[in-house]
């Protein structure tokens, strides 16, 4: 078993910073993949960064230029660091990994979540 820690959220003004951590503890040396998903009220879930054991970092469209993880992320922990946010940038931030490639979709572990909230 993995369990994941998620910690950095908050409440904000747009175009200001915040930075999510999240640290993965157990059964953790086949992790390939580790991301971070959001999902607001009413809408699905929707993943916003990964980042592979490799050093391949992807972000979606409409984070690019803003988000950013470290490029030296360890295989077990996860930061994003949340430029320039938006009031769209609102939700519940998740973490998550597995033990299989980023682009195959397969995380079967979460955490357990941590609130942004961006003020206009």
């Known amino acids: 078993q993995v369990h994941l820690e998620e910690s950095g959220g908050g409440s904000v003004q747009a175009g200001g910073t915040l930075t999510l951590s999240c640290a993965a503890y157990?059964?953790?040396?086949?992790?390939?993949?580790m991301g971070w998903f959001r999902q607001a009220p009413g809408s699905a879930r929707e993943q916003v960064a990964t980042?592979?054991?490799?050093?391949?970092?992807t972000y979606t469209d409409s984070v690019k230029g803003r988000f950013t993880i470290p490029q030296n992320s360890a295989k077990t922990r996860l930061d994003m660091q949340m430029n320039n946010v938006k009031p769209e940038d609102t939700a519940i931030y998740y973490c998550?990994?597995?033990?299989?490639?980023?682009?195959?979709?397969?995380?079967?572990?979460w955490g357990q979540g941590t609130q942004v909230t961006v003020s206009s």
């Open positions: 157990g059964y953790t040396f086949n992790i390939d993949c």
């Open positions: 998550a990994t597995g033990p299989r490639p980023c682009q195959e979709g397969d995380f079967p572990y």
């Open positions: 980042a592979d054991s490799h050093g391949t970092i």
